[in-house]
């Protein structure tokens, strides 16, 4: 299996606090990813980074921020959550190679109270 | 982005073959076809992808057409642990390459 960790793998917070999702690899692969799953709707893509501080914006990315500051990690920041965040949070991993596979990582379930 | 379409549903019995289809009409000449199942509490898993012919590994086949339009993957004998949502996905230099996940497939199998 890929070296890929969530953590925490559950979290209940309360609304306005700030909270951050940490995804660790060790396979040293170029492209991390940040998901949120809903039901009703597949993994929606919220942040990515294509390396070292090179991060931005996918398709659901209001009202959360990302950190690349080492190849290994990619942060997830909820400024100020939200009960619309309530969502199980995937990261995902992979290299530069053209058709490479992603990883994924088991996931974070955050409830947001 | 470019658009997979697949049935909301399908249903096998263990131990028999099961082809799950996917449409992609406007697949473009460098999108690579990727598939990933979901197990029930667990993150997306890699199944198989290809470009142009068609590809086997040990857990699956891919058949892609000729003209690249759609694809079928073929899980050879079902099993129990099989049952899942079986996403297909074009892989385009879109968004980092990122997965563009749609609704998937959801597999049953029955004993």
């Known amino acids: 299996d890929a070296g890929i960790t969530q953590s925490p793998r559950h979290k209940v917070t309360e609304t306005g606090t700030p909270v951050t999702l940490r995804c660790h690899q060790t396979e040293n692969h170029r492209y991390m990813y940040w998901y949120r799953q809903d039901p009703g709707h597949g993994l929606r893509l919220i942040h990515y980074?294509?390396?070292?501080?090179?991060?931005d914006k996918g398709e659901v990315s209001d009202g959360y921020s990302v950190s690349r500051s080492k190849t290994e990690d990619f942060l997830l920041t909820l400024e100020s959550a939200t009960s619309s965040q309530t969502s199980v949070y995937f990261c995902a991993i992979s290299s530069d190679v053209r058709g490479a596979q992603a990883f994924f990582g088991q996931g974070t379930r955050l409830t947001v109270v | 982005d470019a658009k997979t379409t697949q049935p909301n549903s399908m249903e096998s019995n263990e131990e028999e073959p099961v082809h799950l289809p996917c449409n992609h009409s406007?697949?473009?000449?460098?999108?690579?076809i990727h598939w990933y199942r979901q197990l029930p509490s667990q993150g997306p898993e890699y199944v198989i992808h290809?470009?142009?012919s068609n590809v086997n590994n040990r857990m699956a086949s891919l058949a892609i057409a000729e003209d690249r339009k759609s694809s079928t993957l073929i899980l050879h004998r079902a099993t129990l642990r099989d049952a899942a949502v079986y996403y297909c996905?074009?892989?385009?230099?879109?968004?980092?390459?990122?997965?563009?996940f749609g609704k998937g497939t959801s597999l049953l199998v029955t004993p």
């Open positions: 980074s294509y390396g070292v501080k090179d991060t």
């Open positions: 996905i074009l892989r385009d230099e879109g968004s980092g390459y990122a997965l563009n």
């Open positions: 406007t697949i473009s000449g460098t999108d690579y």
């Open positions: 290809g470009l142009t």
